[in-house]
Every structure is written in C-alpha cells, then in structure tokens.
Nanobody, 124 residues
C-alpha cells in the first residue's frame, strides 16, 4: 500500500517552532519532488514549499520565506519542513504530497500521492 504519513503538528505559541515530517511507505521518494500544502478553514489549499528529488532545489511561498525551511533524507524516505517564527495565520492543516517527477511544482494537481494531513495551530 502506498502511503504518505505526516507527523509533528500540534499547538504552538506565536513565535514558536515546529518540525513536521513526511514519511513514505510502499514507494520511494528519492526520485520525486515533495510539496507541502496547507488549508485553513474556508480557504483554498495553497502551496507552502517544495523540494526537488535531490534536495538541491527548494521553493517557498512568499508568506513563509525566511521562516520555513525544507530538507529531505532520502535514505530514510522522509522529508522535513522546519517551521520557525510561527504566526497565527500559519494555522492550517498541512499536507505533504509526492509528484511522479523530480522537479517542484506549486500546483496541487501536479501531485499524485497525498498524506492525510496534520493540524498546526498557532495561538496564545
């Protein structure tokens, strides 16, 4: 069974940090670009960041540049978004997704495999 599983979400105060994880089972991630998306209540799903298959290229939405970083460990079949200086507007369900291609895309329909999502809540 092909699965992506996100973990690491939770409740954090403004200015705090969280490290999410996206682990794959049933298939390998090392030839695939991995994207992170988020969806807040009443809003459309938006691209947050992406890392290409080798880890040599990363993209970030303007709203998270300078605060979020994404890395991958292909030996562990896992991708790690690090989220720092979190703001209340970062509150959303965060999803990881895998493409059947090595390069990044910020379009959700370019991604074939999706995780179930993990809730991130930034609140005091």
């Amino acid at each position: 069974q092909l699965r992506l599983v996100e973990s690491g979400g939770g409740l954090v105060q403004p200015g705090g940090s969280l490290r999410l994880s996206c682990a794959a089972s049933g298939f390998t991630l090392n030839v695939r670009a991995i994207g992170w998306f988020r969806q807040a209540p009443g809003k459309e799903r938006e691209g947050v960041s992406c890392i290409n298959s080798s880890g040599g290229d990363t993209n970030y939405a303007d709203s998270v540049k300078g605060r979020f970083t994404i890395s991958r460990d292909n030996a562990k079949n896992t991708v790690y978004p690090q989220m720092n200086s979190l703001k209340p507007e970062d509150t959303a369900v965060y999803y990881c997704a895998a493409r059947s291609y090595y390069a990044c895309s910020d379009r959700p329909y370019d991604y074939k495999y999706w995780g179930q999502g993990t809730q991130v809540t930034v609140s005091s």
